[in-house]
């Protein structure tokens, strides 16, 4: 079973790389511990957090809520980290909404024609697109160089 995340506010960025690895991340800029810990318990979520005081929280303490105390302040450490304590993998890159943590659902390039820039629409063919927040993404540049960075994360995580 994939885990799924809740991110604190202290650890933002690190929601974005999640869910760019394809993996359930919900991130609230502005949430109490209280809230945080109990979206947790009632989705099944771990949190992420760099703040040892919901560690100590009864239900973290306890283990009915997984948690994760993030120990770097670099992004990419801190997913280095997750990715290490919870054996992920990039299978299921670039499938969830990098803004809104929603499913992608594939759209066909005529589905899209007006909704893309000109040029995207003559030089791309495949598209998803975000149910929630309706963004459409497509494997331009943007996405070569996300997709380069999480090879050499994984690269330099393999050599480690």
Known sequence: MRPKFIVDANVGKLARWLRMMGYDTLFFNDIDDGALVSIGLKDRRVVLTKDTQI????LV?????????????????QLRQVVEAFNLNRRLQFTRCLECNEPLVPRT???????????VYKTQSRYVQC????????????????????????????AA
């Not at 303490?61 to 450490?77: C, E, F, M």
Request: glycine share 4%.
């Open 55 to 58: 560690t100590l929280r009864r």
């Open 109 to 119: 390039k005529d589905e899209v024609r007006d909704l893309v820039p000109p040029y």
């Open 131 to 158: 149910p929630a927040c309706n963004r459409i993404y497509w494997r331009g540049t943007h996405w070569q160089r996300m997709n380069n960075e999480l090879e050499m994360f994984e690269e330099a995580a393999d």
């Open 61 to 77: 303490a306890s283990g009915k809520v997984k948690a994760l105390l993030i120990k770097d302040d670099d992004t990419k450490t």
